[in-house]
């Protein structure tokens, strides 16, 4: 079975060349497409103020301890604007394996 995570953000959508950009009020937040995922790569006030960032945009961990992020997994795609939203999906880096399992 194909297993995929999406990660909706709400807010104004942008688009751009090699980057995505949403606006929220006074704070504008840059994505960019590293080769397998999308992450946050800068965060800008209104004045022009841009602050890079290393972004693993969300940290997963379970009872037993074992934890992933984005890095374990791979974007599948474009990211999908809608009203006011943008939505990135993710899958699985280890889905084309046999009943893939994340790694301990």
């Known amino acids: 079975m194909f297993r995929f995570l999406s990660i909706f953000i709400f807010s104004s959508a942008t688009a751009l060349a090699?980057?995505?950009?949403?606006?929220?009020?006074?704070?504008?937040?840059?994505f960019a497409f590293d080769g397998k995922v999308w992450?946050?790569?800068a965060l800008m006030a209104k004045d022009g103020t841009k602050l890079p960032v290393t972004s693993d945009e969300f940290h997963i961990r379970s009872m037993d301890d074992r934890e992933w992020t984005v890095s374990d997994f791979q974007s599948l795609g474009e990211p999908e604007h809608g009203q006011g939203t943008l939505a990135f999906r993710y899958?699985?880096?280890g889905a084309s394996r046999r009943r893939a399992r994340p790694p301990r």
């Not at 950009?21 to 840059?30: A, F, N, P, V, Y």
């Open 39 to 41: 992450r946050t790569s």
């Open 18 to 30: 090699a980057t995505e950009s949403l606006s929220s009020g006074d704070l504008t937040r840059e």
């Open 91 to 93: 899958g699985w880096a």
